[in-house]
T-cell receptor, first 111, second 113 residues
Framework: GQSLEQPSEVTAVEGAIVQINCTYQTSGFYGLSWYQQHDGGAPTFLSYNALDGLEETGRFSSFLSRSDSYGYLLLQELQMKDSASYFC????????????FGQGTTLQVKP | EAGVTQSPTHLIKTRGQQATLRCSPISGHTSVYWYQQALGLGLQFLLWYDEGEERNRGNFPPRFSGRQFPNYSSELNVNALELEDSALYLCASDPSLAKNIQYFGAGTRLSVL
């Protein structure tokens, strides 16, 4: 089957660095994306990796290793507002628009 | 530029009734996706519409259906509602298949009593 695995919960303190891992098993691969969702809100796009390596966008970075079917989201200089759920997602087929999402990682940032 | 908008924000129905959820994509986006997010879970793909046609369907029963209008807005219809249909229904749009970036609305919270 097709699946994405990520930790269910992560806790960190303000100012720290946290890494959220995602491993995927899909029939095809057309890039790994990360979305942030605050409680009850709309998921918002954070980052996208189609090729191996690190993509940096401000305090957030995302990494992909296609040979390992693995990626991670790195959040630096954590702020209280970063407390949210983070989802990795894969498009497994270039001809369909659907994304396959992980179950989400709830990040709690403590003062 | 307006984002993806969904209505209503909340919807309360009873078992056996029908629910209609609406979505307006970002201007210029032709693809609309529907996802179901049960409480505390990830997003499950429901339907994809592009240029007025249903292009792909997730693993949901036929009582989940929808359509896309000429202005690219979309409706999701859920017939014969069951208690387990209670969830947040999210709509997303994107301008192209070339990217993994989808833009989401805030969702419709459907409660089936």
């Amino acid at each position: 089957g097709q699946s994405l695995e990520q930790p269910s919960e992560v806790t960190a303190v303000e100012g720290a660095i946290v890494q959220i891992n995602c491993t995927y098993q899909t029939s095809g691969f057309y890039g790994l994306s990360w979305y942030q969702q605050h409680d009850g809100g709309a998921p918002t796009f954070l980052s996208y990796n189609a090729l191996d390596g690190l993509e940096e966008t401000g305090r957030f970075s995302s990494f992909l290793s296609r040979s390992d079917s693995y990626g991670y989201l790195l959040l630096q200089e954590l702020q209280m507002k970063d407390s949210a759920s983070y989802f990795c997602a894969v498009r497994d087929n270039g001809n369909t628009g659907k994304l396959i999402f992980g179950q989400g990682t709830t990040l709690q940032v403590k003062p | 530029e307006a984002g993806v908008t969904q209505s209503p924000t909340h919807l309360i129905k009873t078992r056996g009734q029908q629910a209609t959820l609406r979505c307006s994509p970002i201007s210029g986006h032709t693809s609309v996706y529907w996802y179901q997010q049960a409480l505390g879970l990830g997003l499950q793909f429901l339907l994809w519409y592009d240029e007025g046609e249903e292009r792909n369907r997730g693993n949901f029963p036929p009582r989940f259906s929808g359509r896309q209008f000429p202005n690219y807005s979309s409706e999701l219809n859920v017939n014969a509602l069951e208690l387990e249909d209670s969830a947040l229904y999210l709509c997303a749009s994107d301008p192209s298949l070339a990217k993994n970036i989808q833009y989401f609305g805030a969702g419709t919270r459907l409660s089936v009593l």
